[in-house]
């Protein structure tokens, strides 16, 4: 059994800056593939960045050199730094969790988070 809880999230200005933060709990022996996706109301959900348990990160066209993904597996929790935030970031932000190894089972369907709200404003 595994849960998430995720965090962070809030309203800030344009050019501002958030960090959000997943962590997972349960028996978690690890984690292959922890991500970040975003939808915006009207809008398709979308991959914002993804993090390998080696290291390797992939990122939408439209973050990147805005936002960084990074992960402590010690504490099973992801992270997703922001900064130089525009309007367009704007969405609810969903974490996800990809091969999921907890107890002595190797978990095929992935874990998402509830979900937290970016909201970029004046």
């Known amino acids: 059994q595994v849960q998430l809880v995720e965090s962070g999230g809030g309203l800030v200005q344009p050019g501002g800056s958030l960090r959000l933060s997943c962590a997972a709990s349960?028996?978690?022996?690890?984690?292959?593939?922890m991500g970040w996706y975003r939808q915006a109301p009207g809008k398709q959900r979308e991959l914002v960045a993804l993090?390998?348990?080696?290291?390797?990160?992939n990122y939408a066209d439209s973050v990147k050199g805005r936002f960084t993904i990074s992960r402590d597996n010690a504490k099973n929790t992801v992270y997703l730094q922001m900064n130089s935030l525009k309007p367009e970031d704007t969405a609810v932000y969903y974490c996800?969790?990809?091969?999921?190894?907890?107890?002595?089972?190797?978990?095929?369907?992935?874990?998402w988070g509830q979900g937290t709200q970016v909201t970029v404003s004046s």
């Open positions: 996800k969790l990809d091969g999921v190894a907890s107890g002595a089972y190797y978990h095929s369907s992935p874990y």
């Open positions: 349960g028996s978690i022996v690890s984690i292959y593939a």
């Open positions: 993090i390998t348990s080696g290291g390797s990160t």
